[in-house]
């Protein structure tokens, strides 16, 4: 069983920044993508970034250009830098993992919270 373990949330006021971190029990290479997923209260979960194995990276449209999503094939990590937070972005994010066989893993969420 792959364990998916997320870090980085917090309350941070509208402009400003949050780096989270999904570590995860095995290498990462095992997996096709990893990515970032987000729910709002009252809202359906939603993509926000992913990464591939080969370094591929896919964007929300209303992240681009604020959220880099990076990984570190040594510590078995995913990194998701938020900057130009916005009140908008509060949310519970999940670190997600799909294998090669289309076996999903998710993490258990981190709060997010931007004041404005």
């Known amino acids: 069983q792959v364990q998916l373990v997320e870090s980085g949330g917090g309350l941070v006021q509208a402009g400003g920044s949050l780096r989270l971190s999904c570590a995860a029990s095995?290498?990462?290479?095992?997996?096709?993508?990893m990515g970032w997923y987000r729910q709002a209260p009252g809202k359906q979960r939603e993509l926000v970034a992913t990464i591939s194995s080969g370094g591929s990276t896919n964007y929300a449209d209303s992240v681009k250009g604020r959220f880099t999503i990076s990984r570190d094939n040594a510590k078995n990590t995913v990194y998701l830098q938020m900057n130009s937070l916005k009140p908008e972005d509060t949310a519970v994010y999940y670190c997600?993992?799909?294998?090669?066989?289309?076996?999903?893993?998710w993490g258990q969420g981190t709060q997010v919270t931007v004041s404005s």
């Open positions: 095995r290498n990462i290479f095992s997996f096709n993508t």
């Open positions: 997600n993992a799909d294998t090669f066989l289309a076996v999903q893993y």
